[in-house]
C-alpha cells in the first residue's frame, strides 16, 4: 500500500523549475556571476537566432578538445554581449569559435519552455582565458619536445627536386587556386594530389590530422606536403596551435611546409613544421625557385664536366706524344752503342735491345690501359648522375639537355679510345723499324753477304793504313777464319 503525500508537496512543473532557479541563484545570479571554464562547441541553433547559442565542454585531456566530452553545459550568449566579448578576444588575438578554451561569466538558468539548464554568458575573463591559451601551447610544446618529436619534421631534409607535392587544403579555397595558379606545373611537371580538410572551425582538429594520416601510409609517393590556408582572419588560426594539427605535422613522415598565415602569427604548427610560408603563393614560387636552380646547377656541372673530359684527353695525347719520343729515343740510343760493340757481343746487344723494346712497349700498353680506365670511370660517373636525374626529373627541355651532354661525353670517351690505340700502334711501328735497323746492322747479317772482318791479334783493322809488310792478319767469314801475311802495302795508283 503506497504512502500518500500532503498536498503540500506537490509542485507543478513551472513551480518547481521556478524553485530550482531560486537554488540555482545561490551559485550566482546577474548582480554576482560565476566563473566556468571550457571549450566552446557550436550547435546547429548557433546562427538562427540574434543570440549565440553554444555548449561548453571538459574532455579527458584538460588541454585538448579530442574525442568525447566528459561533460556539457549548455550556455547561451546574448547579442549585445557577443559584440562586446568579439572585440575583447580580438585584442589578445582570439576569436570566438570552435574548440576556444576560455573562462566565461555568467549564471546557471532553466528555460521554462524547454526545462533545459543552461548558462546566460554575461562576459569573459580575458585576462585568465589568454593566460590558459598560451599555457597550453606551453604545455604542448614541453609534451612533444619530452616524447622527442618537436623537432622531427623540422630537421628533415628536402629532396633536391621535389616534384611530388601533397597539397592539404579546403576544396575550393583560395589557397588552393593561388597555389595551383602560382605552381609552374606544365614546365616543371609537378604531381599534386590534393587532400581536403577543414583550415578553419572546430573540424581542424580532426581533418588535418586524419589527412596526415593518409600521407603517412603512401610517404614514399610524395618528396613535400604544402599545408595551405587561404585569407580570413588572422585569429582563426588558434586551431593550428592544438594537438591534433600540431603532432600530426610533428610527425608526419614527410617534410611540411605550413602556407597557413604570416611568419609572425605565434602559432604552435608553424614551430613544428619543416619550413614556414607567409602564404600559399610564396610557398608555389619557393618550389619553382627550388626547380629551377636545380636546373642551373645541373646545366654548370654538365660543362664542367665536358671541360674536365677535354683536359683530360689532352692531356692523355701529350703522355702518349712524351712516350712516343722516348721510345724512339731508346732505340736509336740502342742502335748507336751497337755499332762500338764487338762482333762476339751481338747476340746479347740484340737481345738487350729486343727486351727494351719490349719494356718500353709495355710500359706504353700499360699507360694506355690506365688511361682508357681513366676515361670510361670518368664517363661511367657521369653517366651515372645522369641517370639519376632521369628517373627524378621528368621536364622535356632537361632531358633533351642531359641526352646532348651524354653524347658529348660518349663521344670524347671514343675520342680517348681511339687516340690511345692509335699512339700504341705507333710506337709498336717505332719499336718495329728499330728493331729492323739494329738486324740490318748486324755482323752476323753482313759476314753472310760474302763480306770479312780482319784482326791482327785481338785488334779489329778498319783501314789498310792500319797494317805494314810482313803483318800477320786473320780473315774472319760467315763459316770460318782464314790466316795471312802482308806481302806488301798497296801504293796510290
Not at 628536402?158 to 602560382?182: N, Q
Not at 607567409?278 to 636546373?295: C, H, M, R, Y
Not at 739494329?438 to 779489329?460: M, N, Q, T
Request: charged residues 25%; hydrophobic residues 45%.
Amino acid at each position: 500500500m503506497s504512502a500518500t503525500l500532503p498536498d503540500s508537496f506537490t509542485y507543478r512543473v513551472g513551480e518547481l523549475i521556478d524553485r530550482a532557479r531560486a537554488q540555482l541563484a545561490q551559485l550566482g545570479n546577474p548582480q554576482l556571476p560565476i566563473m566556468v571554464e571550457g571549450f566552446v562547441s557550436f550547435n546547429t541553433q548557433t546562427a538562427k537566432y540574434d543570440q549565440k547559442y553554444f555548449s561548453l565542454c571538459q574532455y579527458n585531456d584538460a588541454n585538448s578538445p579530442v574525442g568525447k566530452p566528459i561533460a556539457k553545459l549548455e550556455a547561451v550568449i546574448f547579442s549585445n554581449r557577443f559584440a562586446v566579448m568579439s572585440s575583447q578576444l580580438r585584442q589578445v588575438g582570439l576569436t570566438f569559435s570552435p574548440d576556444l578554451r576560455a573562462v566565461f561569466l555568467g549564471h546557471l538558468d532553466i528555460y521554462k519552455p524547454f526545462g533545459k539548464l543552461q548558462l546566460v554568458v554575461t562576459g569573459i575573463d580575458l585576462e585568465r582565458t589568454r593566460q590558459i591559451t598560451e599555457g597550453a601551447k606551453d604545455l604542448l610544446r614541453a609534451k612533444l619536445k619530452a616524447e622527442g618529436i618537436f623537432d622531427a619534421n623540422r630537421l628533415m631534409r628536402l629532396p633536391a627536386v621535389p616534384l611530388r607535392i601533397a597539397l592539404v587544403t579546403s576544396r575550393g579555397s583560395a589557397a588552393e587556386s593561388d597555389f595551383m595558379t602560382k605552381l609552374q606545373v606544365r614546365r616543371y611537371r609537378f604531381s599534386v594530389e590534393k587532400f581536403y580538410v577543414n583550415t578553419s572551425g572546430q573540424n581542424v582538429s580532426f581533418s588535418v590530422p586524419e589527412a596526415m594520416v593518409q600521407i603517412n601510409s603512401r610517404h614514399t609517393q610524395f618528396d613535400l606536403v604544402v599545408l595551405a590556408r587561404g585569407g580570413g582572419d588572422h585569429v582563426d588560426l588558434a586551431n593550428f596551435s592544438l594537438e591534433g594539427p600540431v603532432r600530426s605535422v610533428a610527425s608526419c613522415a614527410v617534410p611540411v611546409w605550413a602556407a597557413i598565415g604570416h611568419s609572425t602569427d605565434d602559432v604552435l604548427v608553424n614551430e613544428v613544421a619543416n619550413r614556414v610560408l607567409a602564404n600559399p603563393n610564396d610557398a608555389a614560387s619557393e618550389l619553382n625557385g627550388i626547380v629551377e636552380g636545380f636546373l642551373v646547377s645541373l646545366a654548370a656541372d654538365a660543362r664542367r664536366l665536358a671541360d674536365e673530359s677535354r683536359r683530360t684527353l689532352e692531356r692523355a695525347e701529350l703522355g702518349f706524344g712524351r712516350r712516343l719520343s722516348l721510345l724512339h729515343g731508346a732505340a736509336s740510343s740502342e742502335l748507336r752503342n751497337y755499332r762500338t760493340i764487338p762482333m762476339s757481343k751481338s747476340w746479347e746487344l740484340r737481345m738487350r735491345a729486343s727486351d727494351s723494346l719490349r719494356s718500353r712497349g709495355g710500359e706504353l700498353e700499360k699507360y694506355q690501359y690506365g688511361l682508357t680506365d681513366l676515361a670510361a670511370r670518368i664517363v661511367e660517373s657521369s653517366s651515372s648522375a645522369l641517370a639519376t636525374l632521369r628517373l627524378s626529373m621528368n621536364a622535356d627541355a632537361v632531358l633533351r639537355g642531359v641526352a646532348a651532354q651524354d653524347l658529348v661525353l660518349k663521344g670524347l670517351l671514343a675520342r680517348l679510345r681511339d687516340a690511345a690505340w692509335e699512339s700504341w700502334r705507333s710506337g709498336l711501328g717505332v719499336a718495329d723499324l728499330a728493331r729492323t735497323r739494329i738486324e740490318g746492322v748486324d755482323p752476323d747479317a753482313v759476314l753472310g753477304l760474302g763480306y770479312a772482318l780482319l784482326f791482327s791479334g785481338k785488334r779489329r783493322i778498319a783501314s789498310a793504313s792500319e797494317l805494314v809488310s810482313g803483318d800477320f792478319f786473320e780473315a774472319r767469314m760467315a763459316d770460318g777464319s782464314i790466316w795471312g801475311e802482308v806481302i806488301s802495302q798497296p801504293t796510290d795508283a
